[in-house]
């Protein structure tokens, strides 16, 4: 049995610690957070008690910790867990500075403690077994991989102000499952954005509507689409398209029912909230880093991994604001 | 070049005459009909006299006679033409009564004409691919054949009166069908039927929701529903199970358009005449008969297979007013 | 926390045993099952102690009892339980025989404990959605329902034997899933079966192909296909068309993935285990036993569903048996 | 009746002149092309003499002109055609060079005429649909328009060395359809491309998988993607996000069929010839020219809408060759 420690009472933090309390392969000894009732009432939900970072960080019946506080303490916290000899299980991103991310991966090697990023798509079944497909050759060599993901609604403004944009906020799990697909790295990366939802986002400075076009250096291309608002529900689909044939992960949707009527034939809904559709994604996300616990395999989405996607948004970032192309 | 008398220039005689017209293999050079304007104005529409049924019968610039008027007149006309020595395209049915098309058909033979009944759902793209995917083995031995065929609204109720009733009216195409399918002859036939769609052809003797149940002396089975009410459009879907594996023929949309929003994802309608859904197979049917006048090969619909399929629904009306299974 | 026993430690004993353990609503405290292996290697995983049949029976510290113990057993446990004033949970059926669930339930009545049968289906996401909707109008009144259920493959012949014959074994779910989205109860049943898949099943007296057609007394019809034998997996789909439209819930595959190639456009597999197909029901109907044990809310699957089922199942048997249509 | 004359025997300008023949609208009375046997072969199929390109220009008895023959002839017909006053259909593009489209075009104003370029899949049903929703509001305001365009396999390197290349020769059909759905003039276009079907492409100095990012003054982004190599046939699809939902229309499948078996459940291919794929739209495509000259309105599909798509496909080819973003 594996003891947690939970930084981070918010959302994903309470879906983690739970699926962790449920998994008969861990437990969660500790939760801090920094509004105090939110801990109590997570520990309270998985057998855990309320602490604070600083205690939870250094207990000795902690083996590993989950790091789910806000994006601007990440990289702090991920050095002052990994010099406390724990493996970490980091939501993404590392940090909104490529540089920050730079200077954090060597302190975690040196410690020598495993290190996973929360790129929670790769462990979507739909999207693990396109991988695992494309992997066998079940389509030749892979060409052009095409993302579409796009978001019911935006967060707020302020949320969004602290974001850093788009392309690290949003399309930073695209471009990491970009890279996963390609088995390539990106070398030129081109951007496009508009602000077309909501005019409060153009006026923070930020798109709502973007495109980014990428391609390798032996010429396959990623085109990747993200919307903060899509009326119809969490639109998250993958599209590859190799030398001998195509696969493509469609959207989940709620059941398999259809109705027929005078207006045409409709499926049923998809999600509308990302944690009902990446509810068996997260909860295979963590059954994964336990098996790297267990095992001593690597995390597959590395803090390399981490940094390579915050270096993908980097780029589409500064393409966007200069209208230029932008070569790695 | 076939030369084509047509007798009824009502809905379907224009379907086929325009298409006879436009084919480049036959000219139509007749038109008969009991209202003189009706055929006037075909006549004109596919550059054909309008002349009498006795008239165009006997013609001696006529090769053909599609026979396209009520159905009560067709065993009668049936026998004429024959006699007359000319090819005959007959729609559906030969007669509502078994022994009178026992009666015609041996006249039909007796001349030595060739005589198509036009089960136009045998041309229809779909449905022809599924029956010889069928034949050629790809689902191995056929087992278990399910067709759903349901109307967007109900004929009038005066047409329904003289309809013989929903088996032999509706049903008879799906009879058709199960035949061309199964590749044997149901032995044992149960019907049921009940009156949800319009009291008023309850009151007319008749049912508007109805299934049959059919078994082959092998035992192959064939399950057949039927509505006279659809209000999503002209359902009509063919399934096969086979002992190695599943073919089914989907609906026919308008579009191949699909849309997402708050509702739900919609495809295009389907439609809702029967005209617009079997354009393409009616075109068919007329060049494979004239593809039998000049072959001489025999048309695939024939005689006996309209006396087989009016067996069937004799035997299903019979069931459905008794209560009990007929055995054929 | 309710504390169960559970009777029956085969393949769905394990499967509920399981779900109960992790339930957090509840916790299983005995396994009883006639080999004692089963039974102590259940008892291990579920953290409960192994004992035998009377002695988890009489219990004091057991509130609820799980029936997965063969067919035959079932009647005679369920009155023992129910005299033990114990909740019950039981596998379908009942019994093979309706006059012994007749002289069951009574017993139980007069106990005045919960009984629920295992009729899984109805706790399926999508069916139990597909009821809902049609309950709430969506489609009208609802005219004819379309069950269409085939198995991967036939069990053994020495199973088939002791089975009841396909009716009852096989079609049972749907006689009850029938019931379930009909609303009302079938007063004529008729019944066609074949030996198709295995000359085996017929010479143990049994059918593999079947199909039964359904009316009830206002005139709505059901149609259910069945077959011990799909190349293709565990097909289970649901059709119902109404006065105002129709509703489908389609079959579950196991990813959103679809290939194209020189094939054709490939969608992915569906489950070829009942279990992997009908893992979220089994959860949900727990959950759903457990809602009525702390409501105290009447089951929805009762032992009155239990004997409907039964009485279609046995006049479907007859009906095949004679190739006459039976009245209830 | 217009009388056409073709110019160009070859397969487009056969299927157009067949169209025409069987229209009952127009009757083609001449045909003219470089290998006199293609001429005489095509002019006898529709009833029309065999002539020579001049004599075609001037015959008295020609009231409008499809121009069929090889690209780099085009303007200089449409010049002269339009001289002779005649109304034009002329296959895409009118130009390699946007300059030469640029000095044709006020010719053609000049002498009155009208002048259809051969964009065909604006008539394609589901486009037309496509686009006819989109301008009706069904989804709001069009905010990302995708394009999925990939043929079965690439032509002849011959053919590749003179078509200017992959963004002119076919994803100049994109271009068009980009800015029938946006209703507004990109502004800014990036492409990317690789060599990864065919070595010798790149030896062609030509690309074979290519992707293309533009966007619009006001933000609205377009993607579309290309490749000469698709092994599951002629893959068309466009989606379009709206503010209210999507849109999408999906590729065209020979037949409804789907199958089931132990490997998935198959649709039927989709077409590998685009003469099969857009029979429909180049039926439709001649009927809107027809009608257009009958009533005097002005082509869709105009001069002016050649010379923009030529302009897209420039930049791209440009952006391509550069890296760079190209601005408008």
């Not at 939870?56 to 050095?79: K, Q």
């Not at 076009?213 to 085109?223: D, R």
Request: include cysteine; aromatic fraction near 4%; glycine fraction near 8%.
């Amino acid at each position: 049995m594996t003891r947690f420690g939970i930084l981070g009472a918010g959302r994903i933090g309470r879906v983690h610690a739970l699926t962790l309390a449920r998994s008969g392969r861990a437990e969660v000894a500790y939760v801090a957070d920094a509004l105090p009732d939110a801990a109590a009432s997570l520990a309270d939900a998985v057998g855990a008690r309320a602490s604070d970072v600083d205690a939870v960080i250094e207990a000795p019946d902690v083996d590993a910790i989950l790091i789910a506080t806000p994006t601007d303490t990440h990289a702090d916290l991920i050095e002052r867990v990994a010099r406390a000899g724990k493996a970490i299980l980091c939501e993404k991103p590392v940090s909104l500075s490529v540089e920050r991310i730079e200077a954090c991966l060597p302190v975690v090697e040196a410690a020598g403690v495993p290190l996973m990023i929360g790129f929670h798509r790769r462990y979507d079944p739909n999207f693990a077994a396109l991988e695992k497909r494309i992997r066998e050759g079940e389509i030749g060599e892979v060409e052009i991989v095409t993302i579409t993901c796009r978001d019911p609604s935006a967060p707020p403004v302020s949320y969004i102000e602290r974001s850093g944009g788009l392309y690290r906020d949003m399309m930073i799990h695209d471009f990491d499952m970009a890279r996963f697909l390609l088995g390539e790295e990106p070398v030129l990366v081109h951007a496009l954005g508009g602000n077309l939802v909501d005019p409060a986002i153009g006026q923070a400075g930020d798109v709502d509507t973007a495109s980014v076009q990428m391609q390798t250096a032996s010429g396959k291309i990623c085109v990747i689409t993200n919307s903060r608002r899509a009326s119809y529900g969490h639109d998250q689909r993958i599209e590859v398209h190799g030398s001998r044939g195509l696969l493509r992960a469609g959207n989940v949707h709620l059941t398999t029912l259809e109705k027929a009527d005078e207006t045409g034939w409709r499926e049923d809904l998809i999600p509308f909230s990302f944690i009902e559709r990446y509810g068996e994604a997260y909860r295979r996300e963590i059954e994964r880093f336990l098996d790297c616990l267990e095992t001593g395999e690597s995390p597959r989405a590395s803090g390399h991994d981490g940094l390579m996607a915050q270096r993908l948004a980097e780029a589409a970032t500064r393409s966007r604001a200069t209208g230029e192309a932008v070569r790695l």
